[in-house]
């Protein structure tokens, strides 16, 4: 069974870092995209970060590249997000996904975690 974990959400101040990680399990976690999405209160879930299997290959938003970098360490079956210079248009619940590809398109990740809160507040 797919089973997707987030953790290391908090409350932090603007312009502070948060490191997000997920573990995953039930799966070839290697053979599989991974992406981190998240949804803030009053608005739909919306697309962060991408990295393809192998891990070579990323993607981010346009409101996050630069400030964010996903990573993946398969061997440890974990997929990453570290966010900096952290804004309150940032605070949301952050999750992770399955990708069925290297995809920013929500439809392309059928399974995901239950998600993290991250509070960007001062």
């Known amino acids: 069974q797919v089973q997707l974990t987030e953790s290391g959400g908090g409350f932090v101040q603007p312009g502070g870092s948060l490191f997000l990680s997920c573990a995953a399990s039930g799966f070839t976690f290697g053979d599989y995209a991974m992406g981190w999405f998240r949804q803030a209160p009053g608005k739909e879930r919306e697309f962060v970060a991408t990295?393809?299997?192998?891990?070579?290959?990323?993607y981010y938003s346009d409101s996050v590249r630069g400030r964010f970098t996903i990573s993946r360490d398969n061997a440890k079956n974990t997929l990453y997000l570290r966010m900096n210079n952290l804004s309150p248009e940032d605070t949301a619940v952050y999750y992770c996904?399955?990708?069925?590809?290297?995809?920013?398109?929500?439809?392309?990740?059928?399974?995901w975690g239950q998600g993290t809160q991250v509070t960007v507040s001062s």
């Open positions: 990295i393809y299997r192998g891990g070579g290959s990323k």
């Open positions: 996904a399955r990708g069925n590809m290297f995809s920013a398109n929500l439809v392309d990740y059928p399974y």
